[in-house]
Each structure stands twice: as structure tokens, then as C-alpha cells.
């Protein structure tokens, strides 16, 4: 099992850029994929980004591709998001999960491990 929390979130305005981190605990991260989601309120949690264990594959949204870059650092047991260019319409809470294989699946059932989520706010 592992466990991940996320860090990281806060308020920007258009534009601006912000890194979340998702520090992973018990079994090392490089056994699992890793993925990023967010849900904006009234609205289901959709996939964001997505990195294999190794870290050279990785996988995106339309809405997020050119502007976001997902990195992952097995040493640290930490992935990242680093968003650039953000906009209102990326204001959401961001998730962090995790699983033993997701072959590039984008679903939410396709991931076991899930932290608790990271307010970012993006002002116009």
C-alpha cells in the first residue's frame, strides 16, 4: 500500500504558475503510476496528467497539454505538477493517486491510492 499527500496549492492570478508536490509513503513510489486529477465544485473529478513508474512516459488532458508538466523524482518519492499560463477554469482541488499498473488510463477507477486534495485558486 501507499499513501500520498499533496502540496503545494494556493491562490495566483491568470497567468501565473504554481508547483504541487505529492510526496509518497510506504511502498516506494516507483511500484506504482502515478496521476494528478482535479474537481472544480459542481463538477466530477477529471483527469489532469498521468507518469508511468519509471517516469518516461506521460499522458494529458486536452485542456491542460502545452501548459502543465508532469516530473516525478523516485529518490524523493515525490511527482510533480508544475502549471503554467494558469486560468480561472483551473481553479479546483487537485488530487494525487496512485496504482500498480494504469497503462495510460485516464479514468478515476483506474487508480487505488488517493490523497486528500490541494486547494488552487487562479483569479482573473
Known amino acids: 500500500q501507499v499513501y500520498v499527500v499533496e502540496s503545494g496549492g494556493g491562490r495566483v492570478q491568470a497567468g501565473g504558475s504554481l508547483r504541487l508536490s505529492c510526496a509518497a509513503s510506504?511502498?516506494?513510489?516507483?511500484?506504482?503510476?502515478m496521476g494528478w486529477f482535479r474537481q472544480a465544485p459542481g463538477k466530477e473529478r477529471e483527469f489532469v496528467a498521468g507518469?508511468?513508474?519509471?517516469?518516461?512516459?506521460?499522458w494529458y488532458a486536452d485542456s491542460v497539454k502545452g501548459r502543465f508538466t508532469i516530473s516525478r523524482d523516485n529518490a524523493k518519492n515525490t511527482v510533480y505538477l508544475q502549471m503554467n499560463s494558469l486560468k480561472p477554469e483551473d481553479t479546483a482541488v487537485y488530487y494525487c493517486?496512485?496504482?500498480?499498473?494504469?497503462?495510460?488510463?485516464?479514468?478515476?477507477?483506474?487508480?487505488?491510492?488517493w490523497g486528500q486534495g490541494t486547494q488552487v485558486t487562479v483569479s482573473s
Open positions: 493517486a496512485a496504482d500498480p499498473s494504469v497503462y495510460a488510463r485516464t479514468a478515476v477507477r483506474s487508480y487505488m491510492y
Open positions: 510506504g511502498r516506494t513510489s516507483s511500484s506504482y503510476d
Open positions: 507518469i508511468s513508474k519509471s517516469g518516461p512516459t506521460t
